[in-house]
């Protein structure tokens, strides 16, 4: 027999294109991805009707949508901090099961407070799913591919949320706003099932870790048959160092990470305000607008496909251009929403028109998305990206309260859309930001880490 050998996981990572590994593991992502999506609209196109039912003021359905989006932002920090202490796998899982029987539940609640809480834990259990899915399939491609098979997950999300719009006219008027929850768990708690058969573990994160050698051998094999790996060869990651002590924040700003983790918690920050804002409540002002309820939640929904079909084709710059293709969607945004909010159009002119807005705005989040985890190594990736995306958090809370505020205020409807050009103006200029640093101390932008060293 062969004695032990050095194996480079990031070699061996490296120099294969996609297989039929990642498909699969991309598709188990995918499919969380969109109950994930589904969950956090239905409530969106759901208000209208909850609102009637139960007399829930404006401010009250704000509060609910915030309620969950703080739920988003505290889970994010613990399941990350979850994800890199006992590993991806486990706590996607954990939380896939979590969200969707909360979801479920949330179905039968029958009082604004019972809505309130139900949201708050069912945004926690959400809040570290998709920076989890994210970092356990960038650890398994290629660095030159990271930023578009995160966008192909994200699309999940957009299906998603594209979905909760004619889902919820086809079910709600029928079994009411609650079967559009009860419909939304079941369908998660399946997919969780489908997780815990087939999800796999990261040989990055392990092998950083220093943990389980015979399930690294036994992922790679499956990985790449052909690599014969055993559980006494020397698995090593010649792109980073081994990092065995517990994640600290201030890992997050060291090195090139002070200003990337700086300027990365800024775009995704307003990325998000804008993305919320209009998802919370794109379809209650298409309705103040004079449409009616059936044109808000298809107008909504064909904005989300857009942004999707932009994340899509953005990616492959993402990947080749770096952070700089991230800040041309906001250019482009930015005059379209001043304009169809400050000029008074036909209608169907206002909903072409304001679509591509959104949708520009929506393939701008996409963008943000796809290279939030790639600059952090193994060891605290789950943590990088479930931090940059808590801290949006910060931006979706505000969004919701922000345009509640503005519609209790009297001020013309129209004049939100005018509002929401500030998002994209600010996440342009964070991308640039990237970019120019990332050229500056010549980091290349697929290398996830920051001190790489030498295989041992």
């Not at 499956?222 to 790996?229: E, N, Q």
């Not at 559980?231 to 200003?259: A, C, I, T, Y």
């Not at 949708?359 to 998305?369: D, I, K, R, T």
């Not at 985890?373 to 979706?396: C, D, E, M, Q």
Request: proline letters at 5%; aromatic letters at 10%.
């Amino acid at each position: 027999m062969a004695g032990a050998r050095t194996i480079d996981i990031s070699s061996v990572i490296d120099r294969r294109g996609l297989g039929p590994f990642n498909y699969k593991l991309i598709l188990l992502s995918w499919l969380i991805t969109v109950f994930d999506g589904f969950d956090m609209m239905m409530i969106s196109f759901t208000a209208p009707y909850m609102r009637d039912e139960l007399g829930l003021s404006t401010i009250m359905l704000g509060n609910i949508f915030s309620a969950g989006l703080v739920g988003m932002m505290l889970g994010g920090f613990f399941f990350a901090y979850l994800g890199d202490r006992i590993g991806r796998r486990s706590t996607i899982i954990i939380a896939a099961f979590a969200f969707g029987l909360l979801t479920t539940a949330t179905g039968f609640a029958q009082t604004y407070h019972q809505l309130m809480l139900l949201r708050f834990l069912d945004g926690f259990a959400i809040g570290g799913m998709l920076p989890l899915a994210w970092a356990l399939n960038i650890e398994f491609v290629p660095t030159r591919m990271r930023s578009s098979v995160v966008t192909v997950i994200m699309v999940g999300y957009s299906v998603g949320t594209a979905g909760a719009g004619p889902l919820t006219v086809w079910i709600a008027p029928h079994h009411g706003w609650e079967g559009v929850f009860i419909a939304g768990g079941l369908g998660t708690l399946a997919c969780a099932t489908l997780l815990l058969i087939g999800l796999p573990e990261s040989v990055r994160f392990l092998t950083s870790k220093g943990k389980k050698p015979e399930l690294i051998a036994a992922t790679l094999n499956r990985f790449d048959p052909t690599l014969g790996a055993r559980p006494d060869d020397d698995f090593v990651l010649s792109d980073e160092r081994k990092v065995r002590e517990n994640f600290r924040p201030s890992q997050l700003f060291e090195g090139h990470l002070k200003w990337l983790t700086l300027l990365l918690w800024i775009g995704y920050i307003v990325s998000s305000l804008a993305v919320y804002f209009k998802a919370s409540w794109g379809p209650i002002v298409l309705e103040e607008l004079q449409f009616s309820r059936d044109t808000a939640a298809y107008v909504s929904s064909i904005g989300g496909v857009l942004g999707a079909v932009a994340g899509l084709v953005l990616m492959r710059f993402t990947d080749r251009k770096g952070p700089i293709a991230v800040a041309v969607y906001p250019l482009l945004a930015v005059p379209l929403l001043l304009f169809v909010g400050l000029v008074d159009l036909p209608p169907m002119a206002f909903l072409i028109i304001s679509i591509i807005g959104v949708g520009l705005v929506g393939g701008a989040h996409f963008g943000m998305v796809s290279i939030c985890g790639i600059f952090y190594p193994s060891a605290i990736r789950a943590n990088g990206s479930g931090w940059a995306t808590s801290v949006a958090k910060l931006g979706a809370i505000v969004g919701p309260l922000i345009g509640a505020a503005a519609l209790a205020s009297g001020i013309p409807v129209l004049r939100t859309y005018a509002l929401l050009a500030i998002c994209p103006a600010i996440l342009a200029a964070a991308a640039l930001g990237i970019h120019r640093v990332v050229r500056r101390r010549d980091v290349p932008q697929e290398v996830p880490c920051a001190e790489p060293v030498p295989a041992s």
